[in-house]
């Protein structure tokens, strides 16, 4: 089994739109997970089905017992989180202020606080228009531990893998370098990384890189809309060049990417010669991790 994860510093450098496109080429070969749980959208280029939800439970939230409570606020005075505000009908609590540290449960000798766990998100197992499987999630507003729901969505999909018997979990990860995108990266076989030609695409891919250095993790990088700026596309090579990172593909600018999301479907669907270079793409990706494993 190996892990694919597609990553770029930032958003909005055509990092899904190709990881959706990929999806589409390797269906016979791959589970797809889609790890950008706090924006996720792969689902609507991928069409999948929702057929399978499962709840994801996060930290705790107090609750109260109206039936029990007497309104002495005591509750309300020590809530460090300015959490629950009382009226003189009833006490209620703001649970996206809650911490669930529990100290209002403490307090309240009617004992009428309750600490109960929230749920925080959905996890979705789906068959995608290709016919391939996908775990996908989605987050609730003012949701936390998404590095957890990463890891989830990523045990999901291992299981589907095994199940299926297929080779490569192609993983869809968030942009930036936080929780969710250190979790996505657990296990990973190889990191395809996705930028373009700009100032802060380059600083964010630096950023990025110095995580994978840590995690020991290797990559390959495309760049996209490699025509619009020519200096900064030899600062990229340059930046590839010093760090070793192989350079997959160069993709001009094209409107293509933009007709093809506004009509829900992926690069390699709309367009014959994105399609061919997604077919190298993902032939040059296996190659890399074959000759890894053959070292
Ligand atoms: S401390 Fe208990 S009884 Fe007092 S207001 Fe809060 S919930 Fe009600
Ligand atoms: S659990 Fe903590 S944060 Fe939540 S309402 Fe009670 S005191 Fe406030």
């Not at 450098?13 to 996720?40: E, F, H, P, Q």
Request: proline share 3%.
């Amino acid at each position: 089994m190996h892990e694919i994860v597609v990553l770029s510093g930032k958003g909005g450098t055509g990092k899904t739109s190709i990881a959706a496109s990929l999806a589409m080429i390797a269906s016979n070969d791959i589970v797809v997970a889609d790890c950008d749980v706090d924006a996720a959208n792969l689902h609507l280029l991928l069409a999948p089905d929702f057929a399978v939800t499962h709840n994801f439970w996060g930290s705790m939230v107090a609750e109260v017992d109206d039936d029990v409570c007497n309104l002495c606020g005591e509750c309300e005075k020590i809530c460090r989180f300015e959490a629950i505000s009382l009226n003189e009908k009833m006490v209620r609590i703001n649970e996206i202020r809650c911490e669930g540290c529990g100290y209002c449960e403490k307090v309240c000798k009617e004992r009428a606080i309750n600490l109960k766990k929230r749920i925080c998100g959905k996890v979705y197992e789906s068959t995608i228009k290709s016919g391939a499987s996908m775990v996908h999630a989605c987050l609730e507003p003012g949701g936390e531990n998404s590095g957890k729901l990463v890891a989830m969505v990523k045990n999901e999909a291992r299981q589907l893998l095994n199940n299926q018997n297929k080779d490569y979990l192609l993983v869809d990860g968030a942009p930036g370098i936080g929780c969710p995108v250190v979790s996505s990266l657990s296990g990973a076989s190889l990191v395809l990384l996705v930028t373009e030609p700009a100032l802060t695409a380059l600083s964010d891919l630096k950023r990025l890189y110095q995580l994978l250095e840590t995690l020991s993790t290797p990559a390959v990088c495309i760049i996209n809309k490699c025509d619009i700026d020519t200096l900064c596309v030899e600062n990229i090579k340059k930046f590839l060049m010093e760090k070793h990172i192989p350079l997959l593909a160069e993709i001009p600018y094209d409107n293509v990417f933009t007709h093809a999301m506004v009509n829900g479907k992926t690069m390699s669907e709309f367009d014959e010669k994105f399609k061919i270079l997604c077919v190298n793409l993902w032939e040059g990706l296996k190659k890399r991790i074959n000759k890894k494993k053959d070292i």
